[in-house]
């Protein structure tokens, strides 16, 4: 029976002794290995009463079985949700709750009170550690080997990301079958892939670029994988030999380039190193060219539609672009009504195409105000396109803060802050950092005759959000800058506050 994703990436393999995945232990699994891992875990959705079109949603570590959880919801026709592992259980408890998950399957030590949390809202609770352990795999061990595929269209759901717009409420964005797949054939044949490539992989799989992209294209050309748990530069300077590629973020490129052993002769064999996720400095671009001799190749994507543009294989690959559309996407720059504007003026960037995602779970609404009419979905960045037809993103009209590759909504840190005894109000802003590309800064207000304690507010924020998420710093000012009709003025505030991490 077809079911397009699962048949054009993981059953195109089925039978092949071919390496797929690396492991940093010295073993290598073959795609049929990676296949019956996958088989014996569909095995157990379904055993637990999933059935096609459900939500499994997975906050656990990076691990070969992690991955084969992604292939097994494709073949069981369940709807895959990957969560952030610094999510904390009360930002978890509102995806599970909002998705309607029927499965979470999340590390040992968090079982308890996720438990509690599948308990009230009715869905399952299975474990999977860093080591392939856990209660999962445990069922998983008493299955076949080998399950018979669900039958999808290319228009079912495959997968859920959340993404969050300012009001801080996040949005479950839809992604299709032909979403993934038509995606990473694409990024196939604009990056060159082919069996014979051997990706180095340090990306986490709970976002779109480990997954949708570095995977999903291995997958698609039927390459190999140096499959490693998290970015480590001991371990991808040793493994860089063996590698043809890498896809990583700019902290990635940053941190080789401060490391006097990535030498020209190093990386002379890679053929291709991309960045993506946050914008990559023009000097970062010059240094690495300047140290090895390669032109790292940047792209354009968004979680709601995977990849939009790539920067050229062959070409001109400038700094501060990111390229042009990919084959079957199109993109045009607007006003705010979407008519397009004319070649060379600044707008808001939309795109159209079949990786554009089907709309925001259980939000008609928001999906109505972001994809018109006629297929094109506004993105919130504002762009331009120049007479060479490269695309250059200029801003958003959005608070969003990208730090390291990770999406950041200012509000939700705003709301957290301004809810703590001492604060009048805050302002949470992006501003640049060397490392990773922005990073997170609170500008607090005191209440009248009142002093925030700044340690109290950092251990709060601790305790409620991820990590990635925490401000590096908060200011205490008198007041915000407003503009004529009272609103926040961050543009000034960023200005203001441009050099504090850069010069640092």
């Not at 490693?228 to 590629?245: G, N, Q, S, Y």
Request: hydrophobic share 40%; with cysteine.
């Amino acid at each position: 029976m077809a079911n397009p994703l699962y048949d054009g990436l993981f059953g195109a393999h089925a039978g092949k002794r071919t390496p797929f995945l690396h492991l940093l232990d010295g073993t290598t699994l073959t795609h049929q290995d990676f296949l019956n891992i996958a088989a014996r875990m569909a095995h157990v959705a379904t055993r637990l009463g999933l059935k096609p079109g459900d939500r499994v949603a997975a906050q656990v570590e990076k691990s070969p079985e992690a991955l084969a959880l992604y292939a097994a919801c494709a073949q069981a026709g369940l709807v895959f949700l990957p969560l952030n592992t610094a999510y904390t259980v009360d930002e978890l408890t509102y995806f599970v709750e909002n998705s309607g998950a029927s499965l979470i399957v999340c590390d040992s030590k968090n079982a308890g009170e996720l438990s509690a949390v599948g308990a009230r809202l009715n869905a399952k609770v299975e474990t999977l550690n860093h080591d392939g352990t856990g209660s999962l795999m445990d069922r998983a061990a008493e299955m076949p080997a080998d399950f018979e595929t669900v039958e999808r269209k290319g228009d079912d759901l495959a997968a859920f990301l959340y993404t969050s717009g300012t009001t801080g409420r996040s949005k479950g964005a839809m992604l299709t079958q032909n979403n993934l797949l038509s995606n990473a054939r694409a990024l196939v044949g604009e990056w060159r892939f082919t069996p014979q490539d051997v990706l180095l992989h340090a990306l986490p799989i709970f976002h779109t670029h480990g997954l949708f992209v570095a995977t999903n294209v291995s997958l698609a050309a039927g390459n190999s994988i140096i499959f490693m748990p998290k970015f480590d530069l001991d371990e991808i300077i040793r493994r860089m030999p063996h590698a043809t590629t890498m896809m990583g973020v700019p902290t990635f490129y940053t941190r080789l380039l401060g490391d006097n052993r990535f030498t020209r002769d190093l990386a002379e064999h890679m053929r291709l190193f991309v960045s993506g996720s946050a914008p990559l400095l023009a000097e970062t671009h010059v240094q690495f060219e300047e140290r090895t001799g390669h032109r790292i190749l940047e792209r354009y994507g968004m979680t709601e539609t995977n990849m939009n543009t790539s920067n050229p294989y062959d070409g001109d690959r400038r700094a501060g672009t990111v390229g042009f559309p990919l084959p079957g996407v199109v993109l045009r720059v607007c006003d705010p009504a979407g008519t397009p504007l004319p070649q060379g003026e600044i707008g808001e960037i939309e795109i159209r195409g079949p990786n554009v995602f089907k709309g925001y779970w259980q939000m008609p609404e928001k999906t109505a105000a972001e994809l018109r009419e006629n297929g094109f979905f506004i993105t919130g960045d504002l762009g331009r396109i120049d007479e060479d037809g490269y695309v250059h993103i200029v801003g958003r009209n959005k608070d969003l803060i990208i730090s390291g590759g990770y999406n950041i909504y200012p509000k939700e840190i705003e709301l957290l802050l301004d809810d703590q005894p001492g604060v009048l109000e805050s302002a949470v802003i992006g501003v640049p950092h060397p490392d990773f590309g922005e990073t997170v800064l609170g500008v607090i207000v005191a209440e009248p005759g009142g002093t925030p304690d700044i340690e109290l507010l950092q251990a709060k924020v601790c305790n409620s959000l991820a990590r990635f998420k925490h401000p590096r710093k908060l200011i205490v000012m008198d007041e915000l800058p407003r503009n004529t009709m009272g609103k926040v003025q961050k543009n000034v505030l960023r200005d203001q506050y441009k050099e504090l991490f850069v010069a640092a």
